[in-house]
């Protein structure tokens, strides 16, 4: 990408698409396209096109995504599957029809099976049982690299579908439910007023995570080292489990209560961390420690935000 490039960012709002153009920010681009929800609905196809039509893209970030934790993964699969189904597919369609250079896709750890060999490699997809709990998200976000890789083969049109661990950072959703489990967190610790705190599980699963801006920070690499449709994992390196990120957090917060454990409610995948060294070998790696990272997202929370309703 040159510096004068237009990029445009898809869910420049959220917490992926916010690092994506803080990081073309700050390395001195000067043409970042965005649009809200207002300006361009990304569900609708004519307002896609009309958009790629008049604005002359070079480079695309897909970050737009109907995203959530556990909870609301479960709860809303059919708004999950078909507004990110409808939303790539608009995206990737008419990027591909209007000659933008390059196509990133943003998908997650979660299309990998539930019980891939870990560390989880590339090559894992479709090989086993997805996770009950977030199928239908996984679901959608495969077949965005599906179709990605497809108008790569047909059209030669050139991309790269990025997979990240579990993702935090500034800018998150941090309500208690329909949260990440992070952000969640967070709120639940904060607006506790000393009362015990409880989580889904048992708090055995591994997690890694992967802080937004470090994601960002691996975009911008991609878009300059891959266009083949490849999938590239993207990871931290730092694999804890729930327990240990709850009590990490709480520490944080100034949280000294009771944690307890809702073992009725599902684990979701045991362990998955990722093997990215794709990225590692061509020199890529991240620059925030979980503990770094976590801090930075409760400083920017509670200057930011607070869910005093939520208690």
């Given at each position: 990408m040159n510096k004068d490039s237009r990029i445009f960012v898809a869910g420049h709002k959220g917490l992926v698409g916010s690092a994506i153009v803080r990081t073309l920010q700050e390395g001195g681009y000067i043409n970042i396209v965005t649009k809200s929800r207002s300006e361009v609905d990304l569900l609708n196809q004519k307002e896609v096109e009309d958009f790629f039509a008049s604005e002359n893209i070079d480079y695309v970030f897909d970050a737009a995504a109907?995203?959530?934790?556990?909870y609301a993964n479960d709860h809303y699969s059919g708004e999950f599957i078909y507004e990110n189904t409808q939303i790539q597919t608009n995206l990737i369609h008419y990027s591909w029809k209007y000659g933008v250079k390059k196509f990133l896709f943003l998908g997650?750890?979660?299309i990998y099976p539930k019980f891939a060999e870990v560390p989880v490699k590339e090559e894992s997809l479709l090989t086993g049982y997805l996770e009950p709990t977030n199928d239908a998200y996984a679901i959608a976000k495969i077949s965005g690299i599906k179709m990605l890789q497809a108008y790569n083969k047909q059209y030669?049109?050139?991309?790269v579908s990025l997979m990240p661990s579990n993702l935090y950072g500034i800018g998150d959703n941090f309500h208690p439910d329909n949260g990440h489990v992070i952000p969640a967190m967070m709120t639940k610790f904060n607006n506790s007023n000393g009362k015990s705190v409880t989580f889904w599980g048992d708090g055995t699963p591994m997690r890694e995570f992967l802080y937004a801006d470090d994601l960002a920070d691996a975009c911008l690499f991609a878009m300059d080292h891959f266009e083949n449709?490849?999938?590239?994992?993207?990871?931290?390196g730092e694999n804890v489990t729930i327990k240990k990120l709850a009590n990490t957090i709480a520490r944080i917060v100034g949280y000294y209560g009771d944690i307890e454990w809702d073992t009725t409610r599902p684990n979701g995948t045991p362990n998955r961390p990722l093997d990215y060294s794709k990225m590692t070998e061509l020199g890529w790696k991240p620059k925030h420690s979980l503990y770094q990272g976590l801090k930075k997202t409760y400083q920017w929370f509670i200057e930011n935000t607070y869910y005093d309703s939520c208690k």
């Open positions: 109907r995203v959530g934790g556990i997650s750890v979660c030669g049109f050139k991309g449709a490849e999938i590239i994992n993207v990871g931290s």
